[in-house]
């Protein structure tokens, strides 16, 4: 079955362009050109990736994104005009998965997309634990569910593979750009907020106190580790 | 000790310098008393002289009065061998003595110049206290003048206090005598005293009077002063809508119009400016969105015809080619564009964080690699055992040391290329030299201006923009740091970058020379700061 991507974006040509490049690598597109109408067209379509445009007409990008994420767990890549300012971290904080930079090559685009589909095939019953003793966090691997005291946590593709790779090695320090490559699939340096802002979003999901992380520790100047019990 | 002792005379004097009253009152206080002072003194002078001239001319009357009364008495005896002489004396000396009074308000003295006659002394008088002085016994008893003068004198026993001595000459038949009279000058000095200690008193009063009034005048003066001051701190804090109090229509209420005036034009001045500032703000991102839509189109079909350029006949084939290297040469030179006036703007935001600059170095020498192969240079980094964790933004730091290892592999020339990274307890450094062509001296500045290429008629090898430096060095400002550059023809080009581990305190050293050792002595260097 072809994977479905629903682009929302408000330029004629850039959507048609993105049409041609998406069929030609094995997608189906499907457009929307405006925010108000970005729900009802993913309720719709059920993509499995949706290429979101932050500055659209009507509902902003933000506003979308947040819309999709309360009821979805779909991977979402912006795409950005501006990628320094506080837009993309906004976008990333109302639950985007990745971003791209206009202008962007084709092959980056499509990249960002695979990596954000590809999911571990891990049929092994694994199971793993961390957090503080008295009330540890376990991973249901091939499940893909995480649970606290029994209770589960959900979260997003993105978010269950970052803990899982921080709890494989639950003794190694993970750098951003470890992590940028082995999470998001980034070869080359890419920018490490991605990371920062994911780890937050984790973070406020699995921690009892985000302010003071037992799960996901940071390591000042290197990076972040698990916290075991 | 001597730090505690000057302590309070150097907080004296901070009070000083900074008062504006306390030296007016202190500068009314020091006029006004010496002033009062002045007329104190001239005034009792003044009055005791008046009361001692009274004195004189009565006592002067009085021993005239005397004298003659003595002659008479004495002219009536026969001669000096009269056996009535010494009891006449002795009248005199009595009859005289009694006009004084019980009050004792004088005594008097007979001395006859025959000294086988005892002189004739008031009988209140104590003979060996009274102490005429020789001055005046000569002009009276040798010269027979009629003269008096002042002295200190307790011919009573008591205190010794001011007397005026007046000595008058009996010259008669009977003999020669010399009559004194000893005034005691109690009721002048002690009303002299009287007048000083008011006059004392009255000067201090009014000089205090003065400094109170001084005082509350300056306070006047002073007071809305004090408040354009605060009002002034407040505007130049940032609160503009801060405006003086307008009370009445003087001289103060015209300062604080005039105040007001102007702090009204500099908020409507720095209102302007925000607003051109947020409108070039919004012009940047406008322009960067509407135009990196179209370009990602154009760069997406771009793509798509580069690959498939294959199936093309040569010249579409190369069309497709160029249409895509110079997309992506458009789009840096947007990209750098849009930084530099991001910069120029003002909203250039700092995104620091703790990172290992070893490990930034590392990514940003692994990214050049490639480049630094093709041009047979060596890329030989030098990095300290430990980590180097300082608070920067990974981001900016990564795009200098890209543009810093692109220029020297564009520039180097072949040769090999130094990376150093090293750190102090304050700041951190990376030099890159390369040992290309390297610059003149006076080029150092030049470097970093937007669009300056090092030779012009060279052609180009990588796609630089020719803001990578002015960019990088914007970079380094931001983090409060220092980009600096070396050059010398021949021998090659460095440049430094320094960056305080804390981005909030300011640098004094890098870790790392600017000049390298290899490279003659310091004075040739060209050298910039940032």
Not at chain 1, 179 to 204: F, K, P
Not at chain 2, 50 to 60: E, H, Q
Not at chain 2, 245 to 262: C, H, K, P, W, Y
């Amino acid at each position: 079955m072809r994977t479905r991507v629903l682009v929302v974006d408000d330029d004629p040509a850039l959507a048609e362009m993105l049409g041609i490049v998406l069929r030609s690598e094995g997608f189906t597109p499907s457009f929307v050109a405006d925010g108000e109408r970005a729900l009802s067209a993913f309720r719709e379509s059920r993509p499995d990736v949706v290429l979101l445009d932050l500055m659209l007409p009507g509902m902003s990008g933000i506003d979308v994104c947040r819309a999709i994420r309360a009821e979805s767990a779909v991977p979402i890549v912006m795409l950005t005009a501006r990628g320094d300012t506080g837009d993309v971290v906004h976008g990333l904080e109302s639950g985007a998965d990745d971003y791209v930079v206009k202008p962007f090559k084709p092959k980056e685009l499509v990249a960002r997309m695979r990596a954000r589909l590809r999911r571990s095939e891990d049929e092994v019953a694994e199971q793993l634990t961390l957090g503080p003793a008295e009330a540890p966090v376990v991973i249901d691997v091939p499940g893909h569910t995480v649970t606290r005291d029994g209770r589960p946590i959900a979260l997003t593709p993105l978010e269950f593979d970052l803990l899982v790779q921080l709890a494989r090695k639950p003794r190694q320090v993970f750098t951003r750009e470890v992590l940028l490559e082995q999470v998001w699939g980034y070869r080359h340096a890419a920018d490490t907020r991605l990371v920062n802002v994911h780890v937050q979003r984790l973070r406020a999901k699995v921690e009892r106190d985000p302010e003071h992380p037992e799960v996901v520790l940071t390591v000042r100047g290197v990076g972040y580790k698990a916290g075991t019990a | 000790m001597r730090t505690r002792l000057l302590a309070p005379v150097r907080g004296a004097r901070r009070a000083w310098r900074r008062s504006l009253q306390l030296r007016v009152v202190a500068t009314t206080l020091a006029a006004s008393g010496v002033v009062v002072l002045c007329l104190g003194v001239v005034l009792v002078h003044r009055i005791t002289d008046g009361l001692v001239d009274a004195k004189r001319v009565s006592a002067v009357y009085e021993a005239e009065t005397g004298q003659t009364y003595a002659r008479q008495q004495l002219q009536a005896l026969r001669g000096p061998q009269d056996a009535e002489l010494q009891r006449t004396l002795y009248s005199v000396g009595g009859n005289l003595s009694d006009r004084a009074g019980r009050a004792a308000q004088f005594g008097v003295v007979l001395v006859p110049a025959d000294r086988a006659l005892p002189p004739v002394y008031s009988g209140h008088l104590v003979r060996s206290d009274v102490d005429i002085p020789a001055d005046l016994t000569r002009r009276v008893a040798d010269d027979n003048v009629f003269a008096y003068q002042y002295t200190q004198m307790a011919p009573d026993g008591g205190r010794t206090r001011a007397t005026l001595v007046i000595g008058a000459p009996v010259v008669t038949t009977a003999g020669s005598f010399a009559l004194y009279y000893l005034f005691p000058l109690d009721a002048e000095a002690s009303t002299a005293r009287l007048v000083q200690n008011t006059l004392l008193a009255t000067g201090i009063v009014l000089v205090l009077l003065v400094a109170a009034v001084a005082a509350l005048v300056t306070r006047q003066v002073v007071t809305p002063v004090r408040a354009a001051a605060r009002t002034a701190e407040r505007l130049s804090a940032g609160l503009l809508q801060e405006r003086m109090r307008v009370v009445g229509e003087d001289d103060l209420a015209r300062l604080a119009t005039s105040f007001n005036q102007m702090a009204a034009n500099l908020q409507r001045q720095i209102v302007q400016l925000e607003d051109l500032s947020r409108l070039q703000r919004r012009f940047t991102s406008d322009v960067s969105h509407e135009l990196r839509t179209p370009l990602t189109t154009v760069r997406l079909a771009a793509d798509v015809l580069y690959s498939a350029r294959d199936e093309f006949d040569p010249h579409l084939r190369r069309a497709a080619e160029l249409l895509q290297t110079e997309v992506d040469r458009f789009e840096s030179l947007l990209t750098d564009l849009l930084e530099i006036s991001r910069y120029d703007a003002g909203f250039a935001v700092l995104e620091a964080e703790a990172a290992d600059l070893g490990e930034l170095v590392r990514q940003s020498v692994d990214f050049i690699r490639p480049l630094a192969e093709r041009a047979g240079s060596d890329l030989r980094v030098t990095l300290p055992d430990e980590a180097v964790v300082a608070e920067v933004d990974r981001r900016r730091v990564g795009r200098v040391l890209r543009n810093l290892l692109g220029n020297a592999v564009e520039h180097g020339e072949g040769r090999p290329i130094d990376v150093v990274l090293a750190r102090d307890a304050h700041a951190v450094a990376i030099t890159v030299r390369d040992r290309g062509v390297g610059f003149r001296a006076g080029e150092s500045q030049i470097v970093f201006n937007r669009f300056w290429r090092a030779d012009p008629s060279r052609a180009r090898q990588t796609g630089g923009t020719g803001l990578g430096l002015s960019i990088s060095l914007e970079d380094a400002r931001l983090h409060g740091g220092w980009l600096q550059a070396w050059g010398e023809p021949g021998l090659g080009a460095q440049f430094r970058l320094t960056l305080p581990i804390d981005p909030t305190k300011r640098l004094t050293a890098s870790p790392l020379p600017l000049v390298p050792a290899d490279a003659g002595p310091p004075a040739l260097a060209g050298v910039t700061g940032a």
